[in-house]
C-alpha cells in the first residue's frame, strides 16, 4: 500500500513538473513573440531615420531655431508666388511662410514621420489649405515650378546643389540657404550672424556669375557674421 502511495506520489510530481516546463515554455514563447514583435515595429520606425544615413549625402534632421526662422521670413518680405522648404523636417519653416509671408508653400522631406507631423502642425496652425507636404528625394524635385527655394543643408550637398540650382531656376527665383552658403555664387544679401546666418541668393546669368543686385528691402537686413 505504501508503494502504491509512493508510485502515484511520484506521478503526480513528474505530471506537476511537466505542467509547469510547459507553463514556462508558454510564458517563454510569448516573451519572445513580444519582443520580437517589438523589434519589427521599431525597425520600421526607425527605418526612415536611418535610411537618409546610408546615402551618399545625409541631410539629417536638426530643427531650425526661432532665429532662424526668423531672418528666412526677413528673407521673403515682399515675396510671392510659391515656396519649397528642401528637406522640410517638422514643417516650421513651411508652416511660417504661410502663416506670416501668406506664401503657398510646399515640403519637401524622405522622412515619412515628419511629412505626417507636418501635416497635422500645418492642421493646427490653420494653414493646411496652403500647404502640402510629400514625401520625396529632393533631387528628384524639379525646381521649375517654385518662385522661392529655402534649404538647411550641409556642407557636403551644396556644390551638387548649386549645380542643380543652375539649370532648373528661373530668373526672379530666390534661394534661402541656411546653415551653409553656396559655395561660389555671391549672395545678394546676408541676414543674421553665426549658425542662424542665412544666405539670399537670386540665379546667377551663368552658372559661374553672380550679378542680381538684392532688393532695397534686403539691403537694410543685410550684413555678415560677426
Partial sequence: MKGLENTQMEELLKESSVNKQ???SGVGLALVGVTGGAAVALSIIAAPF???????????????????????????K?????????????????VAAACQAQLKAVGVELNPWLVWYSRWAAWRA??????????R??????????????IFGVEEMMLNLESKLSQELTQDSLVIACRFPLPSWKPAATI?????????????PEATQQTKEAPELLKSYSYKAR
Fill in 50 to 76: 536611418v535610411t537618409p544615413a546610408l546615402r551618399k549625402v545625409c541631410l539629417p534632421f536638426v530643427p531650425a531655431t526661432s532665429q532662424q526662422v526668423r531672418n528666412v521670413l526677413i528673407g521673403l
Fill in 78 to 94: 515682399g515675396r510671392s508666388g510659391r515656396l519649397v522648404d528642401l528637406g522640410s523636417g517638422d514643417g516650421r519653416i513651411v
Fill in 192 to 204: 543674421g550672424h553665426g549658425l542662424d546666418s542665412v544666405w539670399l541668393y537670386y540665379r546667377p
Fill in 126 to 135: 490653420g494653414v493646411a489649405a496652403s500647404t502640402s507636404f510629400v514625401t
Fill in 137 to 150: 528625394d529632393l533631387w528628384r524635385l524639379d525646381l521649375r515650378d517654385y518662385q522661392n527655394i529655402v
Fill in 22 to 24: 510547459s507553463g514556462l
